[in-house]
């Protein structure tokens, strides 16, 4: 099973700014994820990040909000930009070990917008 | 419509009791199954996968699937208060990627 490292593990950050969040993931991986869980709610699916390509956003997301990188196979960042209360929530970070197996799940960011 | 659907709870049962988690899913042909605990304030860890119809057993956890009903469920036995936590059921579609999870049912295991 892969291990993933997020940081921050928290932030409370000032409407308007915006926030990088970073994914160290143990082994190589082709896909990474990148989940929001909305207070009380499941997790929903912003984008999926490849190495080597635009990452591919999920409806309601867009890039110019959510701008992601990965610029290797092990690592991947999620900028929630120009922020406002409502982009407070938990965003986690994902792996999975091939098609159809389990995802794994960095530790998450509990972000909180004031 | 809802690839994956929860009873969102709360479900309540007394420690050691058997507590009974359903879900159901949309996609006919998905192929693999899953259950996962989440504690409050941590991210979700895997507990169970299923893949095949019927039965799987790991300890107390014993997962259930049966696919032409398109459900599956996870049974807990003889629950003890630190089971208590959301429980999730992810599901990956055909063609899909990634997973996709259901709201989750929030268990309580009662001293």
């Known amino acids: 099973s892969a291990v993933i490292s997020q940081k921050p593990s928290r932030d409370i950050c000032q409407r308007g700014t915006s926030l990088t969040i970073q994914c160290q993931v143990d082994?190589?991986?082709?896909?990474m994820f990148w989940y929001r869980q909305q207070p009380g709610q499941s997790l929903t699916l912003i984008a999926t990040?490849?190495?080597?390509?635009?990452?591919?956003?999920e409806s309601g997301f867009v890039i110019d909000k959510f701008p992601i990188s990965r610029p290797n196979l092990t690592f991947s960042t999620l900028t929630v930009s120009n922020m406002s209360p409502e982009d407070s929530s938990i965003y986690l970070c994902?792996?999975?070990?091939?098609?159809?197996?389990?995802?794994?799940f960095g530790q998450g960011t509990r972000l909180t917008v004031v | 419509q809802k690839e994956v659907e929860q009873n969102s709870g709360p479900l309540s049962v007394p420690e050691g009791a058997i507590a009974s988690l359903n879900c159901t899913y949309s996609?006919?042909?998905?192929?693999?199954f899953f259950w996962y605990r989440q504690y409050s304030g941590k991210s979700p860890e895997l507990i169970m996968s299923?893949?095949?119809?019927g039965d799987k057993e790991d300890g107390r956890f014993t997962a259930q699937l049966n696919k032409a009903s398109q459900y599956v469920s996870l049974l807990i036995r003889d629950s003890q208060p630190s089971d208590s936590a959301t429980y999730l059921c992810?599901?990956?579609?055909?063609?899909?990627?990634?997973?996709?999870f259901g709201t989750g049912t929030r268990l309580t295991v009662i001293p």
């Open positions: 994902s792996v999975e070990d091939g098609p159809y197996t389990e995802a794994f």
């Open positions: 082994s190589q991986v082709t896909m």
């Open positions: 990040a490849n190495q080597g390509s635009e990452a591919t956003y």
């Open positions: 996609d006919r042909v998905s192929q693999s």
């Open positions: 299923i893949y095949s119809n």
């Open positions: 992810a599901v990956n579609p055909t063609g899909a990627n990634n997973l996709f």
